[in-house]
Antibody, heavy 121, light 110 residues
Framework: QVHLVQSGAEVKKPGASVKVSCKAS????????IHWVRQAPGQRLEWVGW????????KYSQKFQGRVTFTTDTSANIAYMELSSLRSEDTAVYYC???????????????WGQGTPVTVS | QSALTQPPSVSGSPGQSVTISCTGT?????????VSWYQQPPGTAPKLIIF???FRPSGVPARFSGSKSGNTASLTISGLQADDEADYYC??????????FGSGTKVTVL
């Protein structure tokens, strides 16, 4: 069974960085990408970007460009998201999700990790 | 970039059908079949229920169906059940090779 298990809740001060992990199991890690999505309290889902599990290629939402970095450890099947220069507006639950590449795009996000709450205060 | 608008809430009695719309502000939705839907029960992670406008992943009940007309994609839940209570989000792959989520719709089972 496919599972994504994320690291635990974080509390950070403004200006600091946070690194969230997402450990995959139940599938071949390098055959899929990992997308990151966040959800501020009471708000809609917001796409952050993706990393290809095979070659490490990335794409970031323009909103986060320059502040976010995705990496992977393919030996351990783990994806990481690091967000720097944190501000209060970054307080959110951060999710990772597996994505399938088909016909030129990632057509679905499934499954999702349980989410990692990040509080900036 | 397209913004996707959904009604804030819809409701129905058990056994009824409800439809959630997802309307784009540009031609993105009109030109693309790259729309997916996610169900998010309270306090939990989202779950994929529809991809490419109308395809259901294995394990998702046939009560969930998707469609598109013009610039609006729709999700219909037939035979509404109590555990369908959740927030529902549409998601579009845009011409900029990015993803945008809809504003979300809360489904209430009366």
């Amino acid at each position: 069974q496919v599972h994504l298990v994320q690291s635990g809740a974080e509390v950070k001060k403004p200006g600091a960085s946070v690194k969230v992990s997402c450990k995959a199991s139940g599938y071949t890690f390098t055959n899929y990408a990992i997308h990151w999505v966040r959800q501020a309290p009471g708000q809609r889902l917001e796409w952050v970007g993706w990393i290809n599990g095979d070659n490490g290629n990335t794409k970031y939402s323009q909103k986060f460009q320059g502040r976010v970095t995705f990496t992977t450890d393919t030996s351990a099947n783990i994806a990481y998201m690091e967000l720097s220069s944190l501000r209060s507006e970054d307080t959110a639950v951060y999710y990772c999700a597996r994505a399938d590449f088909w016909s030129g795009y990632y057509r679905w996000f499934d499954p999702w990790g349980q989410g990692t709450p990040v509080t900036v205060s | 970039q397209s913004a996707l608008t959904q009604p804030p809430s819809v409701s129905g009695s058990p056994g009824q059908s409800v439809t959630i719309s997802c309307t784009g502000t540009s031609s993105d939705v009109y030109a693309s079949n790259r729309v997916s839907w996610y169900q998010q029960p309270p306090g939990t992670a989202p779950k994929l229920i529809i991809f490419e406008v109308s395809f259901r992943p294995s394990g998702v009940p046939a009560r969930f169906s998707g469609s598109k007309s013009g610039n609006t994609a729709s999700l219909t839940i037939s035979g509404l059940q109590a555990d369908d209570e959740a927030d529902y989000y549409c998601c579009l792959y845009t011409i900029s090779s990015t993803y945008v989520f809809g504003s979300g719709t809360k489904v209430t089972v009366l």
